[in-house]
């Protein structure tokens, strides 16, 4: 067996295996969840719902722009540590009911809502979070 179909088949169950995050090497720290939870339930959870589920939109209302899901159902997990603290301090796209909240939450503040985002992942998720989910997604197959 070449040593690259080897590592292309051994790499995915390692990954799924090591439950870390792919920015850090290590799950969120415990004190940071903690700490981000509280943050979450007083400046997120009225959108983003219990647990990160995200807002739950009638078929009917296309045009709303509903709050995503922050847990491991949706997409969050795509995006790096530094990209969630950026949105979460200046806000989404425009069009997104997303607010910018640098006014309000400190640089630490963002990282600990961060450290609480990413404790509603899972291992695989961690593991392949940020720019190597695309080879997750293509090996998870």
């Known amino acids: 067996m070449r040593i690259g179909t080897l590592l292309a088949t051994l790499i995915p169950f390692l990954m799924v295996a090591w439950p870390v995050s792919a920015e850090t090497n290590k799950p969120p720290e415990p004190a940071a969840v903690a700490r ?9 959870l009225a959108c983003h719902g219990e647990k990160g589920a995200g807002e739950a939109v009638a078929p009917w209302a296309k045009s709303y722009n509903a709050a995503p899901a922050l847990d491991n159902s949706m997409h969050t997990w795509h995006h790096t540590d530094e990209g969630l603290a950026k949105t979460i301090l200046k806000g989404a796209r425009a069009g997104s009911r997303m607010p910018a909240w640098e006014n309000t939450l400190t640089t630490e ?9 990413k404790s ?18 293509r090996n998870r197959k």
């Open 120 to 137: 509603l992942w899972g291992a695989w998720e961690l593991s392949c979070q940020g720019p190597r989910h695309m080879m997750c997604l």
């Open 109 to 117: 503040q963002a990282r600990d809502l961060v450290a609480y985002i």
């Open 36 to 44: 981000g939870t509280k943050l979450y339930e007083k400046y997120c």
